[in-house]
């Protein structure tokens, strides 16, 4: 999945990532505007992911 992608589907991504994570906070996610590398990294820092886990899993929701 690309930033495109990403960004086309972002709010049922975020709904899809708080249910299956609910450990993701609203201000966990507000980071995607205009600071992708750093919700990656905050995502993956709470969810205790790699990059490629992290994009793994966004591509299997």
Do not use: C, P, V
């Not at 975020?14 to 995502?43: C, N, S, V």
């Amino acid at each position: 999945m690309n930033s495109t992608e990403i960004k086309g589907n972002w709010n049922e991504l975020k709904g899809k990532l708080k249910q299956k994570y609910a450990d993701l906070t609203d201000d966990d996610l507000l980071h995607e505007e205009g600071k992708e590398d750093e919700m990656y990294g905050k995502i993956q820092q709470k969810l205790g992911k790699t990059k490629e886990e992290f994009k793994q899993m966004l591509s299997e929701l």
